[in-house]
């Protein structure tokens, strides 16, 4: 029997955590599966840290990244770069995942060349085009072109089934975060000293880097962070800063030197996940982030209006409170002051998945591959 060969692409920090597990598993088939590794490095330092924590050795390198690139660069070197790399390694199946522009560009270029395509992380959707920008129209565009939908929560399902995609073609996975994240708490201890934190004082952990947050929405979130520390003196605040200029640029003009605001560089994953588990409170943008708060525990204030991960939200350990100064400080000084509500919300729950998602991808893949190829 000949082997399937699976080609995963992947460019960015998150893809990198949440297609790690999967790599990994694919690895455990060596005589069914060839498993081949394309990185486009649209992240190039911080995919490398994922990269080196999960031993993956990428078979094709794209290393695209370029200072402050813009969307359409990304765009087209992923699309005709990918070209090339299928024709060297002539995949059955290609994988991407979530809503990244290498995810989108990665998934049309396959399309192009006729290649079966598997999205994990299908059916995340806010229904609004702008919010994330550009995610939302890279999933729909993500999804359109894929033929198996790996999708991780009842709602993903229901949105794909909304968007017309064959039933036969869903399938309910979980989230690979949840893999990587139990993965990585339970083989890794890691040490955080180098942060300087005082043992005494309550910890927010911040990160934001979304795009639609660039300009007045990011200068208020900081400004939010200045009135908290300014009101509470029993707090500290980490902020492992992203690497965008767009980020870097408004954070260091307003929060950097700044008594019990501590701005580091972007985490390895490992104490990153520590960090989380460590902290009081988290704030954020990100999407991953909003995953794995809930199953640590940690209450989670989102700094944004929307989002496609409303599972946690519906259980309460999600609150959305949007990139306005005053309704931020108020929703996390609410948690500061009132145990009852900080309880509420920290209760342990797990909506995203159960650690097996990668194992399911690559069943699935396994039982559905030779039928196709046998049919070709
Ligand atoms: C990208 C994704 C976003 C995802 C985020 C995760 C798109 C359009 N955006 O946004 O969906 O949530 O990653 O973090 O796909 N940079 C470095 N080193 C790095 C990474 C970034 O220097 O390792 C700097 C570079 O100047 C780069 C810039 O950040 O040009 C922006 O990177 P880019 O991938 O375009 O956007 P992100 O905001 O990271
Ligand atoms: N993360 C990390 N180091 C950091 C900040 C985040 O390893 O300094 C991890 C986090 O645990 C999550 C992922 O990166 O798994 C989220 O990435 P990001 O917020 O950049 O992107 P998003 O999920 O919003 O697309």
């Not at 979530?98 to 959707?125: C, N, Q, W």
């Not at 990160?207 to 979130?221: A, D, L, M, Y």
């Not at 931020?328 to 309880?343: A, C, P, S």
């Amino acid at each position: 029997m000949s082997k399937i060969k699976v080609l995963t692409v992947f460019g960015t920090r998150p893809e990198a955590i949440k297609m790690a597990p999967v790599v990994k598993e694919l690895e455990k088939y060596p005589d069914e599966i060839q498993s081949i590794v394309c990185v486009t490095a649209q992240h190039r330092q911080m995919l490398d840290q994922v990269l080196s924590l999960f031993d993956i050795k990428p078979d094709f390198d794209l290393n695209i990244m370029k200072p402050n690139q813009d969307l359409w660069t990304i765009t087209s070197d992923v699309l005709l770069l990918m070209k090339d790399v299928f024709e060297k390694s002539k995949p059955d199946i290609v994988l991407v995942h979530g809503d990244t522009t290498t995810s989108m560009a990665a998934a049309l270029s396959a399309f192009y060349a006729k290649i079966p395509v598997g999205h994990v992380e299908a059916g995340l959707r806010t229904f609004d085009k702008y919010y994330p920008f550009p995610e939302e129209i890279n999933r729909v565009f993500a999804d359109a072109v894929c033929t198996y939908h790996f999708a991780p929560t009842d709602t993903s399902v229901q949105n794909l089934v909304k968007s017309a995609i064959p039933e036969e073609h869903i399938y309910k996975t979980g989230n690979t975060v949840i893999d990587a994240l139990l993965h990585t708490v339970k083989n890794n201890k890691a040490d955080l000293s180098y942060i300087g934190l005082n043992p005494d004082s309550k910890t927010i952990l911040l990160t934001s880097h979304r795009r639609e947050n660039f300009g007045e929405p990011i200068r208020n979130i900081c400004k939010a962070v200045l009135e908290l520390v300014e009101k509470n003196k029993n707090i500290q605040v980490v902020y492992p800063v992203h690497l965008n200029p767009n980020v870097q640029k408004p954070v260091k003009e307003l929060l950097g030197n700044k008594e019990r605001i501590h701005l580091i560089d972007p985490m390895e994953y490992a104490p990153f996940s520590t960090l989380m588990k460590e902290s009081h409170i988290i704030m954020t943008d990100s999407g991953g982030v909003q995953e794995e708060a809930p199953s640590l525990g940690k209450p989670v204030i989102v700094l944004r209006s929307t989002t496609e991960r409303p599972e946690a939200v519906e259980y309460g350990t999600v609150k959305l409170a949007g990139t306005d100064k005053d309704t931020i400080v108020n929703e996390v000084q609410k948690l500061l002051d009132d145990e009852k509500e900080y309880k509420k919300m920290s209760e342990a729950i797990n909506p995203y998945g159960d650690g097996l998602a990668s194992k399911r991808i690559v069943e699935i893949i396994k039982k559905e591959l030779p039928k196709v190829l046998k049919a070709v």
